[in-house]
């Protein structure tokens, strides 16, 4: 079931769907600094799996978590946890 776009757009002044935006804003910021000047002094390269699946974090599963979280907003019993996220990351960016 998804979120009405009625409802989303009536919060989207709300300080918590700002908070979420904000939060998520600078993570993504912080991720995509760090591998553009990676990027800059030596060019990408990604030797392991634990570094593909931070550099697939910041590109997408950060837009995962914003879109989780909004969509929380209208339906408290969506679990949002921290440790279920990274579960979630894990199963989706880890698969061979």
Excluded: W
Aim: glycine letters at 6%; a positive charge.
């Amino acid at each position: 079931m998804s979120m009405p776009r009625e409802y989303l757009m009536n919060s989207m002044g709300s300080e918590k769907v700002q908070e979420i935006i904000q939060s998520t804003v600078i993570s993504m910021s912080a991720g995509m600094q760090h591998y553009a000047k990676q990027t800059q002094k030596k060019g990408l390269k990604i030797k392991t799996r634990r570094e593909l699946n931070r550099y697939c974090f910041f590109v997408a599963g950060v837009v995962g978590e914003l879109l989780t979280k909004l969509a929380a907003i209208g339906r408290p019993e969506m679990k949002t946890d921290k440790e279920m996220m990274v579960e979630l990351n894990h199963l989706t960016f880890c698969r061979k």
